[in-house]
């Protein structure tokens, strides 16, 4: 761990995982094989039991070392150990406390911090900032410059630039920032008024998705208003450690959306659902937010589970196709969504869901994870395309824009091209052959 210095010792922690929540961990090993990075590594201090180990010896006093950071870091925070724990331990609450407790502590390098000040405090809380990246990139992508970069293999020669820049998503201009504000009428009688909250780098990477989210909300009867000063969620601050930026975008999110008398909240991103359901959590303790928090999180719903729960409308058109579906992670483990997508992508004319091996084991997205540990994020997502591979599917379902990019890499990479879609849009797709038709 370059430019890491730190010995902090019990006296000297802030608040890292709670006592009691480390104490739920018999030590009984059942989590192990649900661990991506312990199948990889078959290393216990890799495995769930392993850090929780650890985080309980830091919590009695052990000093936090680069090894102990280290192990926490390789975790996807995938949270695939909290569903197969017999004894409710709480891990995603666990991790989440230990890397807050090390950034707290830790003294990292300049240019980290630079790096970390310009991602997390300059570009995804900021419209402006957003827009400019997302500018800069359709350029690089439209211009032919990446097809060219592609093709001379220029980035090969300065290492793992080749391999970042193949995960790097399409800006797909316009982007979904013009909708900011806008509301959307329902398609015929209006059954619900729903707030959509549209994500931070998914106004640029995955404005389509956003906009088939619509259609379909609206095809089920939903007036959708796209809050103009809704904000990025703070999910990738909370899984980086830092929770008061995380708590500042959170109070921006409410102050956005509360008022708006909505029926429900909405994302289609799981991994910003998860955060979202938290708000009440890391809100907890401040005084003028913590009732609006519990407010805010009584509304908020994954856009499969609400369109699951309101009786979905079955105008839908055929497509003839196989599709599996990848539980994203922090939908099934993290919200415990599972039936729903599938339930959804079942009630489409003529498509074959077939179940894929591990369809709940992460796909090595995890946020940032596939950029920071591309190595172990890329052994998993070859694994994850061989079960996809068996079930012959040409489409892979997910449930998340993270997913969705990593799975597309591995389609490339691994597979044999097969199409990634998020469920709204196989919904969408559905509704429009039904019009077509
Ligand atoms: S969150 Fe995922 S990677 Fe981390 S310990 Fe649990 S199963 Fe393993
Ligand atoms: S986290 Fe749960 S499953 Fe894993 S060792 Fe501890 S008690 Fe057992």
């Known amino acids: 761990m370059g430019g890491f210095s730190i010995i902090a010792y019990k006296e000297e922690r802030g608040e890292g995982p709670a006592q009691a929540d480390l104490d739920k961990c ?7 094989n649900a661990c991506p990075t312990y199948r990889e590594l078959g ?40 569903t197969a724990c017999p004894s409710g331990v709480p891990y995603g609450r666990l991790i989440e406390a230990a890397r807050a407790e090390i950034e707290a502590r830790r003294r990292p390098a300049w240019w980290e911090r630079a790096a970390k000040k310009v991602v997390f405090e300059r570009l995804l809380p900021s419209r402006a900032g957003l827009q400019a990246a997302g500018a800069a990139l359709y350029l690089y992508q439209a211009s032919g410059l990446q097809r060219l970069v592609r093709a001379t293999g220029a980035l090969k020669l300065l290492g793992k630039l080749a391999e970042l820049e193949a995960l790097s998503p399409q800006a797909e201009a316009p982007f979904f920032f013009r909708n900011l504000g806008k509301t959307f009428p329902a398609t015929g009688e209006r059954r619900y008024r729903v707030a959509f909250l549209a994500g931070c780098i998914a106004n640029v990477a995955f404005a389509r998705l956003n906009e088939a989210t619509v259609r379909v909300l609206a095809r089920n009867g939903c007036e959708v208003v796209i809050p103009a ?64 928090a519990r407010e805010f999180r009584r ?43 599938r339930q959804l992508l079942q009630a489409i004319p003529g498509l074959k869901l077939r179940e894929m091996r591990l369809a709940d084991g992460c796909c090595g997205s995890a946020g940032i994870y596939n950029l920071v540990h591309n190595d172990m994020a890329m052994q998993i997502l070859e694994k994850k395309m061989a079960d996809v591979n068996a079930t012959g599917a040409s489409l892979i379902v997910t449930s998340n824009p993270g997913c969705m990019l990593q799975l597309a890499a591995g389609a490339r990479l691994y597979g044999s091209g097969q199409r990634v879609l998020h469920v709204v849009e ?12």
């Not at 018999?26 to 192990?32: F, K, N, R």
């Not at 070392?65 to 975790?75: G, N, P, Q, R």
């Not at 196989?426 to 038709?437: G, H, I, K, N, W």
Request: net charge negative; glycine share 8%; charged share 20%.
């Open 26 to 32: 018999v030590h009984c090993g059942l989590c192990l």
């Open 43 to 82: 290393v216990e201090m890799d495995s769930p039991r392993g850090r929780i180990y650890q985080m309980n010896a830091v919590a009695n006093g052990a000093p936090i070392t680069a090894s102990y950071v280290e192990h926490l870091d390789l975790c996807l925070a995938c949270r695939g150990c909290e």
């Open 229 to 292: 000063a809704q904000n990025c969620c703070g999910a990738l601050h909370v899984h980086s450690g830092l929770e008061e930026q995380a708590r500042a975008l959170a109070r921006r999110n409410i102050d956005a959306v509360l008022g708006g008398n909505f029926d429900a909240i909405l994302t289609n991103a799981a991994g910003c659902g998860s955060t979202l359901k938290e708000y009440d959590h890391l809100l907890a303790d401040e005084a003028g937010y913590a009732e609006r």
């Open 299 to 341: 509304r908020m719903r994954d856009v499969n589970e609400f369109l699951a729960s309101i009786g979905l409308n079955p105008e839908l058109g055929r497509l003839d196709a196989v599709a599996t579906y990848q539980d994203s992670c922090h939908l099934a483990h993290g919200q415990q969504i599972r039936s729903a997508p």
């Open 426 to 437: 196989v919904l969408d797709e559905s509704y429009r052959a039904a019009q077509a038709a």
